[in-house]
């Protein structure tokens, strides 16, 4: 959960910054909805989580799917440049 005091402010101001994104790049409706979830406590609270289970038991998961062979199987898109 989000501490008292990025919730009051600390993190907030810093949000479109960090997110970053400009209506001209991503179309004006689709920057209002990135502005609203980056802004709302429960949408900000479930990407925490989700990033703290990539840090736990995702890792977990992914580890034991490598024990037993396991791997995605479907199609990937893959773009290749040379720099």
Same mark, same amino acid.
């Given at each position: 959960m989000l501490s008292q005091k990025s919730q #009051? %402010?600390?993190f907030w101001p810093i949000r479109t910054k960090? *997110? %970053?994104g400009q209506p001209e790049t991503m179309g004006d409706e689709e *920057?209002?909805?990135c502005l609203?979830?980056?802004?709302d406590p429960a949408t900000v609270h479930e990407m925490i989580e !989700? *990033?703290?289970? %990539?840090? #736990?038991? !995702?890792k977990?998961?992914?580890f034991? !799917?490598?024990q037993f062979g396991r791997?995605?199987?479907c199609p990937t898109p893959l773009l290749m440049v040379k720099i």
């Open positions: #009051s %402010g600390l960090w *997110y %970053g *920057y209002q909805e609203r979830a980056i802004y !989700d *990033y703290r289970a %990539g840090l #736990s038991i !995702d977990t998961h992914e034991h !799917d490598r791997i995605i199987e």
